[in-house]
């Protein structure tokens, strides 16, 4: 491997376009000229805001030469990055990580607030394989519901489009824990994917312990490199390391990891619990 390939194909693009989601979510759109990789379902860049920091970020958008990212400002680094104009530039490094694997029939997959973001390719991509999806979009209201505009305009054909809100404000009223464990058969599925907060996605592996239901999730660590080189993202008890073995795990994989749902570690290496 060299080490253009392993540092993740590093070049500079222009911002072409924002799509403003919701009132604070944005969808980032740029041009990778000479394109020679693919980015599947599940996979992130590196994106390095200039004189900021460099962070993780979920593809949300394949078409190239166009190229989505979809961001929730929360920190200095997301901050800056929703404030970014058309033709302002921006470095990125990728992809990195495994991905979503195709291996369902019938699919539930679950969105919880920003976690929407690397879920948007995989139902594109399970319906072009023919898979029926149901999918469920949770956030705290109405207004802060990811991709809800978009999806709600997709045919029906082998497609469900479900919502739960914290308030009431659309769909079910609660937790999308409870509006699975409520609103939905879980065992009519083969295949759950989800990604979002982990007290949620842990919630859903709770569930499904002793079913025989596949689960896959998207997980998100403090990461410094994305290439398996610093270490910052590895996780208790295995080591395991988030940006190359992961972010995507299955509940196999995630039966070894004993901080899954726990806790998480901070820039500085400390045990944070959710």
């Known amino acids: 491997m060299t080490v253009d390939r392993l540092m993740g194909n590093q070049g500079s693009v222009q911002v072409s376009k924002i799509i403003m989601e919701t009132d604070t979510v944005r969808t980032i759109l740029f041009k990778i000229p000479n394109i020679d990789f693919k980015v599947a379902p599940g996979q992130f860049l590196m994106v390095w805001i200039p004189g900021v920091d460099e962070i993780p970020m979920?593809?949300?958008?394949?078409?190239?030469?166009?190229?989505?990212?979809?961001?929730l400002p929360i920190g200095k680094a997301t901050s800056s990055l929703s404030s970014l104009q058309s033709n302002d530039w921006i470095g990125i490094r990728g992809p990195f990580g495994s991905a979503f694997t195709i291996e369902s029939e019938k699919a539930l997959v679950v969105g919880g607030g920003i976690g929407m973001a690397p879920l948007r390719l995989l139902v594109y991509d399970l319906r072009e394989k023919g898979v029926d999806v149901t999918l469920l979009i949770a956030a705290k209201s109405k207004q802060e519901l990811v991709f809800l505009e978009e999806f709600s305009k997709l045919s029906e054909r082998r497609f469900t489009l479900k919502t739960s809100t914290d308030d009431g404000s659309s769909?079910?009223?609660?937790?999308?824990?409870?509006?699975?464990?409520?609103?939905?058969?879980?065992?009519?599925?083969d295949t759950?994917?989800?990604?979002?907060?982990e007290l949620m996605m842990s919630g859903f592996y709770e569930i499904l312990k002793g079913l025989d239901v596949k689960f896959q999730v998207s997980l998100e660590r403090f990461m410094k490199c994305g290439n398996g080189i610093c270490?910052?993202?590895a996780m208790d008890s295995t080591g395991t390391l988030v940006c190359v073995d992961g972010p995507v795990y299955t509940g196999n994989q995630l039966e070894e990891i004993t901080e899954f749902g726990k806790y998480h570690r901070d820039s500085m290496g400390l045990k944070r619990s959710f």
Do not use: R
Request: glycine fraction near 12%; include cysteine; charged fraction near 15%.
């Open 171 to 189: 769909g079910f009223k609660g937790f999308a824990t409870d509006a699975v464990a409520e609103d939905l058969d879980i065992q009519d599925y």
């Open 58 to 71: 979920s593809v949300s958008l394949w078409n190239p030469p166009n190229v989505g990212i979809t961001v």
């Open 231 to 233: 270490g910052t993202c």
């Open 192 to 197: 759950v994917y989800t990604c979002g907060p």
